[in-house]
């Protein structure tokens, strides 16, 4: 079967390499794909949301099944559009993509469905947000030490949601998301919800819609800088299995999140199919979910997908048919994996693309080690740098820390002007497993 990946992140690297070791899988197209996807399968040159020449092209290549990567298309009604022309895709439809495009109607699905996350109000106009802000919060009761969370509706890229300290930060973000349009049409609603405090997970589903599978935790590191300080970014390294998730967590979550939000889609007429991500915060109130996403996280897919054993093409395959309940339990390697993003000089900031990478091969040479591109294009014949985030070293070891110190050898033999890294990833795993044994 031949297949086509939307996206040119490290995590539709990390999809098609996956997908290639599939005994069923014919030619692999990603589109727009980078220098890895390119070398290791077919690139093609359409974007994203180019839906008339994706089709054209899915159709005249006899392309089986469309694997989606970014949300940004899935809310565009990629999927729908690819239904309505008669091919097989996986990932949810425009509507039930609103769980990540639309946080107010991602809080009302949570509501209905009874799944705990934090209280919220949502609001059409700054003024609208700030006369609640005065009515709910005065000042004589309140006072200027107030935490709120604001956010935009729609999607921002990850930067959509401001945690506010004060009250005058509140009125700021307000004013941010919805006069000067920070986030553009993003921010027409506003949402104001109360600020949790625990530790944060991902916590990840296959569903078709009916039945739903659960991926083994991974976690993100989101700040630029070791011990999770400096500006926020795509994500700067991941690992898989979060140890601060337990077998009890894990049922919870699916008991009492995934199972009622899949049900609540389905109710609602809008069927979720596809990958559902949980943000979730574990508060001392218990777990609450912050946020759904309605694909694979990256860097998370990464180091998931370098510990899965059964065949991704048919797990996919049975998602867009609609018959995950006749698959087998998904088989994973037991060691932990680490991903290491290498970054761009000045990245989440402004950067240069161009610079020429070299060590990739010697790196990938390292046993239980994969090199995910992500900005990455060839050029002239060499891999050069083209995107904030560059490469997702990947690495299996027997322990987290083996896995993250071959991750870092590999690491180490990759070199461009101005690439610089995280030192830390994975180290989280243990300062959880200390402060839940202390
Ligand atoms: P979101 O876009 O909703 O996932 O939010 C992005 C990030 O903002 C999350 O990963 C959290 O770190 C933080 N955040 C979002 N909502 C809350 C909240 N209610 N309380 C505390 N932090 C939050
Ligand atoms: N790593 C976070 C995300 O994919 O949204």
């Not at 089709?55 to 949300?71: L, M, Q, R, S, W």
């Not at 506003?190 to 078709?208: F, N, Q, R, Y």
């Not at 976690?219 to 898989?240: E, F, V």
């Amino acid at each position: 079967m031949n297949v086509l990946i939307i996206g040119n992140g490290g995590r539709e690297h990390a999809l098609a390499w996956k997908i290639a070791q599939s005994k069923d899988v014919g030619d692999i197209f990603v589109a727009p794909g980078n220098a890895g996807t390119g070398q290791e399968c077919q690139n093609v040159d359409l974007a994203v949301d180019d839906f008339q020449g994706l089709t054209d092209f899915a159709k005249k290549n006899n392309v089986g099944v469309t694997v989606v990567g970014p949300e940004v298309p899935l809310c565009l009604g990629i999927s729908d559009v690819f239904q309505k022309e008669g091919l097989r895709v996986f990932g949810p439809s425009k509507a039930a993509a609103q769980l990540e495009g639309s946080k107010v109607f991602c809080k009302d699905i949570l509501t209905h469905a009874n799944v705990p996350t934090a209280n919220y109000q949502s609001f059409r106009s700054a003024e609208d947000a700030e006369l609640y802000l005065k009515n709910r919060y005065p000042e004589e009761d309140h006072g200027q030490d107030l935490a709120l969370v604001v956010k935009a509706d729609g999607l921002a890229a990850g930067k959509g949601a401001i945690v506010c300290n004060s009250r005058v930060e509140i009125v700021e973000a307000i004013s941010r998301i919805g006069r000067d349009k920070e986030f553009g049409d993003a921010g027409n609603k506003i949402v104001i919800e109360e600020k949790l405090a625990g530790a944060e997970v991902s916590i990840l589903a296959i569903t078709d819609g009916r039945t739903i599978v659960t991926l083994p935790p991974a976690q993100d590191h989101k700040a630029a800088n070791d011990n999770d300080l400096g500006p926020n970014t795509g994500g700067m390294g991941a690992y898989c299995p979060a140890p601060s998730v337990d077998e009890d967590l894990m049922y919870w979550v699916e008991e009492k999140v995934f199972v009622p939000t899949v049900h609540a889609m389905k109710r609602s007429r809008q069927l979720f199919s596809g990958v559902l991500y949980a943000g979730l915060m574990l508060t001392p109130q218990g777990p609450k979910v912050l946020e759904y996403n309605v694909r694979f996280g990256d860097p998370e897919c990464q180091p998931l997908l370098m510990r899965l054993k059964t065949d991704l093409l048919h797990v996919i395959n049975a998602t867009v048919d609609g018959k995950l309940e006749e698959l087998d339990s998904l088989e994973w390697d037991a060691r932990p994996s680490v991903c290491v993003v290498m970054a761009s000089e000045g990245y989440p900031g402004k950067y240069e693309n161009g610079k020429v990478i070299s060590g990739i091969d010697e790196a990938n040479a390292l046993e239980d080690v994969k090199v995910f591109h992500a900005g990455t294009k060839l050029l002239s014949g060499d891999v050069v740098s083209n995107g904030g985030r560059v490469l997702g070293v990947t690495a299996l070891g027997d322990t987290i820390p083996e896995a993250k110190l071959r991750a870092y050898q590999a690491v180490r033999k990759i070199r461009w002007d101005g690439a610089w890294c995280r030192k830390d990833i994975s180290d989280k795993a243990f300062y959880v497993v200390e402060e839940e044994i202390g």
